[in-house]
């Protein structure tokens, strides 16, 4: 026990003042009193660590691979007060791995590679992240799919969680992309933003025209909607249009006085063309016997 005793600081200068000749010993409990940069953590001395990111709220990744064959993955994160981070993913065997960033917020993260080895036919790298608490985003990358580029942005963190998930699945089929052309018309002086979403894919918030890049195994369209009505004493109203024959689709709702966020906006199906319009309405709260949205 003797042997693993740590030498205080004190001891160490002591060793060191004008006229002193340190012995071997001394330089010897110097060194061994410093971290070389090869020394591997202990499982004690890792959680310790861990601990005190967490309390002085470091940054972190929470990410798990399933079924990835042996690949790599890796990501660069950006922060304002240290050089660029880069992280390596690969299989996690079932489990969940965090691994915190350098620096402060914000955080912003980008691809650096990511392969798409490792797929037979139908088979396809599914991409599950999240760098706002308040939803997800999805897509499917390989074989015939666009793939992950360089410098493929996934967002700068809104929390202090980016969150990762990678899974190779086989659809069964080959996986093709169909485009929905959106036109947004925002009537009102509130900022609204609407984001779509299909089966394994989904796209960000936004207030501006869109094209959807989803797929043609599930050929539709979810609309979801942020807008803060609070201290607003009118209710809005966001009707999606077939814009190639103008007929009304769906019916959706944001409640004066409250703050909608993911508000659910309505369905459209194998539908090319559409233009949502958004107008103040007479709807004046959220009322039980009212649908969020109608069709």
Same mark, same amino acid.
């Given at each position: 026990?003797?042997?693993?005793?740590?030498?205080?600081?004190?001891?160490?200068?002591?060793?060191?003042?004008?006229?002193?000749?340190?012995?071997?010993?001394?330089?010897?409990?110097?060194?061994?009193?410093?971290?070389?940069?090869?020394?591997?953590?202990?499982?004690?001395?890792?959680?310790?660590?861990?601990?005190?990111?967490?309390?002085?709220?470091?940054?972190?990744?929470?990410?798990? @691979?399933?079924? /990835?064959?042996?690949?790599? +993955?890796?990501?660069? /994160?950006?922060?304002?007060?240290?050089?660029?981070?880069?992280?390596?993913?690969?299989?996690?065997?079932?489990?969940?791995?965090?691994?915190?960033?350098? &620096?402060? @917020?914000?955080?912003? /993260?980008?691809?650096?590679? +990511?392969?798409?080895?490792?797929?037979?036919?139908?088979?396809?790298? +599914?991409?599950?992240?999240?760098?706002?608490?308040?939803?997800?985003?999805?897509?499917?990358?390989?074989?015939?799919?666009?793939?992950?580029?360089?410098?493929?942005? +996934?967002?700068?963190?809104?929390?202090?969680?980016?969150?990762?998930?990678?899974?190779?699945?086989?659809?069964?089929?080959?996986?093709?992309?169909?485009?929905?052309?959106?036109?947004?018309?925002?009537?009102?002086?509130?900022?609204?933003?609407?984001?779509?979403?299909?089966?394994?894919?989904?796209?960000?918030?936004?207030? &501006?025209?869109?094209?959807?890049?989803?797929?043609?195994?599930?050929?539709?369209?979810?609309?979801?909607?942020?807008?803060?009505?609070?201290?607003?004493?009118?209710?809005?109203?966001?009707?999606?249009?077939?814009?190639?024959?103008?007929?009304?689709?769906?019916?959706?709702?944001?409640?004066?006085?409250?703050?909608?966020?993911?508000?659910? &906006?309505?369905?459209?199906?194998?539908?090319?063309? /559409?233009?949502?319009?958004?107008?103040?309405?007479?709807?004046?709260?959220?009322?039980?016997?009212?649908?969020?949205?109608?069709?």
């Amino acid at each position: 026990m003797e042997e693993n005793k740590v030498t205080s600081r004190k001891e160490l200068k002591s060793y060191f003042e004008a006229g002193d000749y340190p012995t071997q010993a001394q330089f010897g409990k110097l060194i061994d009193s410093l971290r070389h940069k090869e020394d591997v953590f202990t499982n004690k001395e890792a959680a310790i660590l861990a601990n005190s990111l967490a309390a002085i709220e470091n940054g972190y990744i929470q990410y798990h @691979a399933t079924d /990835v064959s042996n690949q790599k +993955f890796s990501l660069v /994160v950006s922060q304002q007060n240290e050089e660029d981070q880069l992280i390596e993913i690969d299989e996690t065997n079932g489990i969940s791995v965090r691994k915190y960033f350098y &620096g402060n @917020a914000p955080y912003t /993260v980008k691809a650096k590679n +990511f392969p798409t080895e490792g797929l037979k036919e139908y088979e396809y790298y +599914f991409l599950q992240y999240q760098t706002d608490p308040g939803y997800y985003s999805y897509k499917l990358f390989g074989n015939n799919l666009p793939t992950i580029d360089e410098g493929f942005e +996934f967002g700068t963190l809104k929390g202090k969680m980016f969150y990762l998930q990678l899974q190779k699945n086989n659809i069964g089929q080959k996986v093709d992309i169909v485009n929905t052309r959106i036109s947004f018309k925002n009537n009102t002086d509130i900022t609204i933003l609407y984001r779509t979403e299909a089966g394994n894919w989904s796209d960000r918030y936004q207030s &501006g025209d869109s094209i959807t890049d989803h797929y043609d195994v599930w050929d539709y369209v979810s609309v979801h909607y942020n807008a803060d009505l609070r201290g607003i004493d009118q209710s809005i109203e966001c009707k999606i249009y077939d814009a190639d024959n103008e007929q009304l689709l769906q019916t959706g709702y944001l409640y004066s006085g409250q703050n909608n966020e993911s508000a659910w &906006g309505g369905q459209v199906i194998k539908v090319r063309n /559409v233009r949502i319009e958004c107008n103040y309405t007479s709807l004046p709260t959220q009322n039980s016997n009212i649908p969020s949205f109608t069709a």
